[in-house]
């Protein structure tokens, strides 16, 4: 009996009203489509070892104009660090003010917000070397 292993998945919260948000969903699809694109050449591909370039593993891209979940935020802050706390929400000074402030009015989240929850890792704003290496790094075997 085959496991098949579930994709990693990168979310980005989006509001295509913003054209930071839509520069990043833009490099997200062209990340997707050629780790997509490496995956299917690599199945016909010589497998011997010293042609066995790493290379990103193909990944779902999740994209939602929602805010996220407290736990969904929790983690993001985690990722980004306690610093950027009132980079990613606005007005915010800690990560239980955070929690208020985003249940109070979702528009405080500032978007775009790109996460690997795979490899613990945001991006906030449209950074393009920083989502790149993201989209480049390798996760580590699980």
């Given at each position: 009996?085959?496991?098949?292993?579930?994709?990693?998945?990168?979310?980005?919260?989006?509001?295509?009203?913003?054209?930071?948000?839509?520069?990043?969903?833009?490099?997200?699809?062209?990340?997707?489509?050629?780790?997509?694109?490496?995956?299917?050449?690599?199945?016909?591909?010589?497998?011997?070892?010293?042609?066995?370039?790493?290379?990103?593993?193909?990944?779902?891209?999740?994209?939602?104009?929602?805010?996220?979940?407290?736990d969904q935020l929790r983690s993001i802050l985690e990722y980004?660090?306690?610093?950027?706390?009132?980079?990613?929400?606005?007005?915010?000074?800690?990560?239980?003010?955070?929690?208020?402030?985003?249940?109070?009015?979702?528009?405080?989240?500032?978007?775009?917000?790109?996460?690997?929850?795979?490899?613990?890792?945001?991006?906030?704003?449209d950074d393009t070397s920083a989502i790149q290496k993201l989209?480049?790094?390798?996760?580590?075997?699980?």
């Amino acid at each position: 009996m085959f496991r098949t292993k579930s994709l990693d998945v990168i979310t980005l919260f989006h509001k295509p009203s913003i054209s930071a948000s839509a520069r990043v969903y833009t490099l997200l699809k062209q990340g997707s489509a050629h780790a997509q694109e490496a995956a299917t050449e690599d199945q016909a591909a010589d497998h011997s070892p010293q042609n066995q370039a790493v290379k990103r593993e193909p990944f779902e891209l999740d994209v939602t104009e929602a805010a996220p979940t407290q736990d969904q935020l929790r983690s993001i802050l985690e990722y980004v660090g306690e610093h950027k706390i009132s980079d990613l929400v606005e007005g915010a000074t800690s990560v239980s003010d955070a929690v208020k402030k985003l249940a109070a009015n979702e528009g405080a989240f500032k978007r775009p917000v790109t996460v690997d929850w795979n490899q613990g890792r945001a991006v906030i704003g449209d950074d393009t070397s920083a989502i790149q290496k993201l989209l480049r790094e390798v996760p580590a075997p699980q």
